[in-house]
């Protein structure tokens, strides 16, 4: 079975052709380019990517608009059906502000933009998109962001680690997120988001290849190996 | 109908630009500043018809995000 992957982009994406790129080079299959104002998604679609970037310029709040776009409604529904959606960077801030993730990400706690590679400790290794690494390995993914603060109240956040909802931590404080935390799952499992961008290192060129088994986890748990 | 929302960060969440003003603040010689939280202010001109209700609903679903932020809504005229 082929594995089908779309890839949503909003006006002001700007990592869209990035996480196509990976899926397509990782699966071997064709990407499906959605545009925003789609009311409907292809059929039968093994995976939604929610690209990084500044969508509606950022405007009210990062990924408030986005969230509330026509395309939106139909990648709500596809996730409570089951089929997985994987948020990075902006489309992290777009699942949280849908409320397809818990919490919200706020200006980082320093103020500045941090643009650089930083180390991510692997929480939870059994997930759809995390069985390729192993718990607790550490592995190098570039972040680029104003507003990765990742909050939640401390009941929630007690939830997400006690539930295993923890996918990814900074191994060092990077931008002011509450128990470092870098990527949360929902309770069923099948949507990630991810301030980190592992799309931007999946060959040497990139300077490193360790966002890889994400996606080789996400294919080969969806159409076998 | 003119109708002002008041967003504001809720108590206890971190506010960087905040703390931000606040050091500008100081450093321009005003001193006894003991807090500073940023916050939005929305001015919708809205018909009359429209009702109490549908305000708060869009407050809700759009203008705050009820995670981290609380909403006053204020008629105006």
């Given at each position: 079975m082929a594995f089908r992957s779309a890839v949503v982009t909003f006006p002001g994406s700007n990592c869209d052709r990035d996480l196509a790129v990976a899926l397509e080079k990782i699966s071997g299959t064709e990407c499906i380019r959605v545009w925003h104002g789609d009311a409907e998604?292809?059929?039968?679609?093994?995976?939604?990517?929610?690209?990084?970037?500044?969508?509606?310029g950022d405007y009210l709040r990062c990924g408030a608009i986005a969230s509330r776009s026509p395309v939106m409604q139909a990648v709500i529904e596809a996730a409570n059906r089951g089929v997985p959606v994987f948020g990075v960077c902006n489309g992290f801030q777009v699942l949280t502000e849908s409320g397809l993730l818990p919490g919200a990400l706020l200006r980082n706690s320093g103020i500045r933009f941090v643009c650089r590679?930083?180390?991510?400790?692997?929480?939870?290794?059994?997930?759809?998109f995390t069985s390729g690494y192993e718990s607790g390995q550490h592995i190098r993914i570039p972040v680029a962001h104003h507003d990765g603060n990742y909050h939640a109240d401390e009941e929630t956040l007690d939830r997400l680690e006690g539930e295993g909802r923890v996918a990814f931590r900074y191994a060092e404080d990077v931008n002011g997120s509450a128990r470092q935390i870098a990527g949360v799952l929902n309770a069923a499992g099948n949507v990630l988001g991810m301030m980190p961008h592992p799309e931007r290192a999946i060959e040497n060129t990139h300077g490193g290849t360790d966002g890889r088994a994400l996606f080789e986890s996400a294919i080969r748990g969806l159409v076998g190996a | 109908m003119k109708?002002?929302?008041?967003?504001?960060?809720?108590?206890?969440?971190?506010?960087?630009?905040?703390?931000a003003i606040h050091h500008s603040l100081e450093g321009l010689g005003f001193s006894g500043v003991n807090d500073v939280r940023a916050g939005r202010l929305f001015e919708l001109?809205?018909?009359d018809s429209v009702s109490d209700e549908a305000i708060d609903d869009m407050c809700r679903k759009l203008l705050?995000?009820?995670v981290i932020e609380n909403y006053r809504i204020e008629k105006v005229a």
């Open positions: 998604l292809p059929d039968n679609l093994d995976f939604i990517g929610l690209p990084g970037g500044f969508s509606y590679e930083v180390s991510l400790k692997v929480e939870n290794a059994q997930s759809l | 109708v002002r929302v008041h967003v504001s960060l809720k108590p206890g969440v971190l506010d960087p630009q905040g703390r001109d809205v018909a705050a995000n009820m």
